[in-house]
């Protein structure tokens, strides 16, 4: 068997760009698959501290408090506590919405995880995001609602570390683009930060 037939099964690194949605919703699909349970869960533990209970979270006006008020949240992390009251707004004491944005947080961070291994050229990038989709490591960060910081904070180190590798790429022609991408990977950092300073 050639090794051609042996990789055949596995989307090449280099993939076209017409080739990356059915990846990407590929990736999607299976930590959709993987995290069903998690997604029909009630609220558990301290959920009630962070959404449920939360004045700063649950009144209309307790935006600038998650931002200025440093003992309004268990944690400062406000970007976290941001996300949480906007969906207080559509889904109030019902879990099934913030248990869904966790799980959809995490299909992204895979599909960015592939994007930046391919844009590495690092070989078996499809495998080792479906990995990283799939690995129980991941299961309390997913399934539980006041873990959104590390989904949250795991999005935007991605997203910085793509766009700084785009400013890379572009600071020799584009001067002023590329400064636009640096910009751009300083404040997805820290986004980044804002959900979970560690």
């Known amino acids: 068997m050639s090794e051609d037939a042996l990789s ?5 690194t280099d993939a076209p760009a017409h080739r ?3 990846i990407m919703a590929g990736l999607v699909a299976i930590t959709l698959i993987a995290y069903f349970p998690a997604i029909r869960t009630t609220f558990i533990w301290d959920d009630d501290k962070y959404v449920t209970e939360n004045k700063a979270v649950t009144q209309i006006g307790g935006l600038p408090r998650i931002w200025f ?3 309004s949240t ?3 992390y406000p970007m976290v506590f941001t996300t949480f009251w906007l969906e207080y707004r559509l889904w109030q004491d019902n879990p099934l919405g913030y248990h869904l944005v966790n799980v959809l947080l995490h299909a992204a961070n895979a599909c960015l995880l592939w994007m930046l291994l ?3 050229k690092i070989p078996g990038a499809f495998l080792a995001a479906a990995i990283f989709a799939l690995h129980p490591v991941h299961v309390e960060s997913v399934a539980w609602i006041t873990e959104r910081k590390n989904v949250l904070s795991g999005l935007f180190y991605l997203l910085a570390l793509l766009a700084y590798l785009r400013f ?3 600071r020799e022609s584009s001067h002023r683009a590329a ?3 640096y910009t751009a990977s300083l404040l997805l950092f820290a986004c ?3 959900s979970k300073t560690v």
């Open 69 to 71: 008020e440093l003992r």
């Open 192 to 194: 980044a930060l804002l």
């Open 179 to 181: 400064w636009k991408w």
């Open 118 to 120: 391919r844009k590495l």
């Open 168 to 170: 890379d790429e572009c």
């Open 74 to 76: 268990p944690q400062y």
């Open 20 to 22: 990356a949605w059915p």
């Open 8 to 12: 055949s099964p596995l989307p090449s």
